[in-house]
């Protein structure tokens, strides 16, 4: 016997998924449903399109995140527009005929979106053994070899993270390193992509032997022609590079982020996030006069957090 509509309305995953309603599902369609439902309607809370019953509009947007917030192979994101039809059609909702439409239209694009998303994370996954490969070569070396544990497990974070950033992140292979790219990167998203628990001194200080061990072994391998202009920056900015970890920045910069996102800031337009933070530090002089007291706060181009690659696609570091 069919639900009633009060009913209907509110099954969960568990209640839905009954051997009768199963038995409509293939075999592809049945093996993720479960899933499928639990994640659609925790997205759909998560981009807050949870009031009342399922919408056109809602569906559009939570099908279009779903891609982006779940670690699924293809096969599930092909089930998922078959599953939530049949979940739609048990509740028997009034708009059924539209949700229908909304979920036909969403269906190529979630398809392809998670297509492409599994290539590019396919193309990380090749970028991080490649850099493996890198760090167990310059383990060999001597004065890496007889580092702690602990420093070499920040040695190679360090150099992961670099490494991925400019590749991954920038797009460039090591014979199109250069210094302002480095640049951008150390004073910018380096920070946000650590692990909190990376955020300490002892790695901060080994920055400067990670970078320039990193550049000296892509040198011999004859793979990164600005490897001596690279190193002399490092050499320039020893310091700037060790301290560059302040929590009381890091909260300052969270903060003007968040009052940038509140006024709708495009974080692209450089000449309106110029404007913007100006006006906003004149708002906070106490703040400023705390946080820019030295030139090496002033020189310190901090971005807002505009990381090119998902965190999804990041993996936490094998401890060595």
Avoid: C
Avoid at 147 to 163: E, K, M, P, R
């Amino acid at each position: 016997m069919e639900q009633s509509d009060s009913t209907a309305k509110s099954l969960t995953p568990a209640e839905f998924l009954t051997p009768q309603r199963l038995a409509s599902l293939s075999a592809n369609q049945q093996k993720y449903a479960a899933d499928i439902l639990t994640d659609v309607l925790h997205v759909r809370e998560t981009v807050n399109m949870a009031q009342g019953d399922w919408t056109p509009q809602q569906v559009a947007a939570t099908l279009a995140a779903l891609p982006t917030m779940v670690d699924q192979p293809h096969l599930y994101f092909v089930a998922v527009v078959p599953v939530l039809t049949a979940y739609f059609k048990a509740q028997q909702l009034p708009n059924l005929s539209a949700l229908d439409a909304a979920l036909k239209q969403a269906r190529p694009t979630l398809v392809e979106k998670h297509a492409d998303a599994a290539s590019e994370q396919t193309a990380y996954e090749g970028v991080v053994a490649q850099v493996e490969r890198w760090v167990q070569a310059m383990t060999a070396q001597a004065d890496v070899a007889n580092l702690s544990q602990g420093d070499l497990q920040n040695f190679v974070t360090i150099v992961h993270t670099t490494a991925e950033l400019m590749i991954t992140g920038k797009g460039k292979q090591p014979q199109d390193w250069d210094v302002p790219t480095l640049s951008e990167i150390m004073f910018g998203p380096f920070t946000h992509l650590l692990d909190e628990a990376d955020r300490v001194p002892t790695l901060f200080n080994l920055v400067p032997f990670a970078l320039t061990t990193l550049f000296g072994y892509l040198a011999d391998q004859h793979k990164l022609p600005a490897a001596a202009d690279l190193e002399k920056w490092v050499s320039e900015h020893h310091t700037a590079l060790v301290t560059m970890y302040d929590p009381k920045l890091e909260s300052f910069f969270e903060d003007l982020t968040t009052a940038m996102q509140n006024e709708n800031i495009d974080t692209t337009d450089t000449k309106a996030v110029d404007a913007f933070t100006q006006a906003y530090l004149r708002a906070h002089p106490t703040t400023s006069r705390e946080l820019f007291t030295t030139d090496r706060q002033l020189t310190h181009k901090k971005h807002i957090k505009q990381i090119k690659y998902s965190q999804k696609k990041r993996r936490k570091r094998r401890r060595k």
